[in-house]
């Protein structure tokens, strides 16, 4: 759980469609993009969304280039295998597994706002082209590309996600029996640990753990993927810090975590969740510093 992303790292390089019944033609070279011997030319309609592109209420505008030839369209919490290019509006390609020459393989809650949307659009061997504006891509940060960013996406294929793990009855606040710190974090011990000492924020630990928002969503856990999980102390969001050091090995508890104390209301890294988070928490293995 990094202090800047969850656990599992996020990509931040990053329905057969209604309304659409045959495939666009085929884009022609922007003749003024001046690329490198390496980059892919950009399409001539790079600059904006053409008059029969379809755009969502979000502002996602979108059009399909090749049909597909899959039935099922992914969720967000699925994982995705795509091809992809994306340019400027200015015609200059930034990112492309295409040019690579490997598909790229992620969850579609990890990803910027509007890919999570628009991959969702899709089905197998479907290509898009979407016009992603600021707000649903890097918001204009620094170091990221700015503006409306043009993606042509190829989907590969879909993994459907595990079932989740239900949420606990108390996911929405910690019942008044729960142990408040000063911070505010609050928790309860649900199975006593058979260790004596506790981790330091320089340790590592290795841990199984499910995490929830307050509206009861699994948003990441250890326990579906079957894999521990092991990082230091000191890299992870303030209430694990501080929470984990409360624990011995074997030791099970459930952590109510404030915004403050996690990702904040509004998370810096596409796919954190936002808000107040609940985590059960197993400690399996303390290594000191």
């Known amino acids: 759980m990094c202090a800047h ?13 209604s309304g659409c019944d045959r495939a666009a033609d085929a884009p022609k070279p922007l003749a003024t993009a001046k ?7 950009a399409p001539s309609d790079v600059a904006a969304p053409p008059p029969d592109a379809v755009t969502t209420k979000s502002g996602l505008s979108y059009k399909v280039l090749t049909l ?10 699925d994982r995705v295998e795509v091809h992809y290019t994306g340019w400027t509006t200015d015609g200059k390609m930034f990112d492309s597994s295409v040019v690579r020459g490997n598909t790229t393989k992620f969850k579609l809650t990890q990803v910027i706002k509007g890919w999570t949307e628009g991959v969702q659009l899709m089905t197998v061997g479907e290509k898009t082209r979407f016009w992603i504006p600021s707000e649903l891509a890097y918001a ?11 993606f042509d996406v190829e989907l590969k294929g879909i993994q459907a996600a595990p079932k989740p793990i239900l949420a606990p009855d108390d996911v929405a606040a910690a019942p008044r029996h729960a142990t408040k710190t000063a911070s505010g974090l609050a928790y309860m011990v649900l199975t006593p640990g058979t260790g004596k000492v506790h981790p330091k924020a320089s340790d590592t630990v290795e841990v199984h753990y499910t995490g929830w928002s307050i509206d009861g969503k699994m948003f990441d856990s250890s326990v579906v993927r079957k894999k521990t999980a092991s990082f230091p102390l000191n ?30 209301d509004t998370p810096m890294k596409p796919g954190a969740p936002s808000g107040n988070l609940t985590f059960d928490i197993e400690l399996h293995t303390i290594q000191a510093e």
């Open 5 to 17: 992303s969850v656990l599992v790292p996020l990509l931040v390089g990053l329905l057969a469609l």
């Open 35 to 41: 690329a490198k011997p390496t980059d892919l030319p």
């Open 68 to 77: 597909g030839t899959g039935g099922e369209h992914p969720v967000a919490e």
């Open 140 to 150: 204009d940060k620094q170091g990221k590309p700015a503006g409306m960013l043009v």
């Open 235 to 264: 890299g992870v969001i303030k209430g694990w810090t501080e929470g984990v050091q409360l624990m011995v090995e074997g030791e099970k508890t459930r952590f109510w975590i404030p915004a403050d104390l996690a990702y904040g």
